[in-house]
């Protein structure tokens, strides 16, 4: 099962016309799983967390993220008083929209800010941006109980691959 959360720009659907494409894709597929933003699902009782934030990357490509999680933990911390339930605490959060690579063991969690499969387009070249080409393959181990116990981010890195102008494909 693939687990897909809608990016910005499908998320112009949405605001054009009142579409959600993603959703409508996911209905009609047996092997995708729709998932809110921010929201956090469960595989093999694991929470997880996908989130696709707005603005860019900074110059320290693990700043945005820490921030992020530093304030999602602020507001776990306040509902784990009311709920008791620690499932509202993620395992792994792992963040799309800023193109960059970074796995970051980070306050109690795995953070992953996943890489893209597009080289630069000429949007992101007069930005002076440049995209990290890849995938994380993440293996996570567990005891008997089903305690997560091992997270292993594998990045591909997927640069030689590139072909020119592969954005108008």
Known sequence: KTYVIPGNHDESFLRDVGYNIVRDICQ?????????PGRNFKVKNVPICLIHPTGGCSYSVSYRPQ?????????????LKIEKDLSIIPALVAFGHWHKSVFLPYAGMSVLSVPCLQAVTPYLRDKGLAPDLGMFIVTMEFDDKWNLTKVVPDLR?????????????
């Open 157 to 169: 890195i997927m640069n030689a691959y590139i072909k020119e102008k592969d954005y108008l494909l």
């Open 28 to 36: 009609s597929r047996d092997d995708m799983i729709y998932t809110e």
């Open 67 to 79: 921030k992020i999680v530093e304030n999602m933990t602020n507001m776990m911390m306040s509902r």
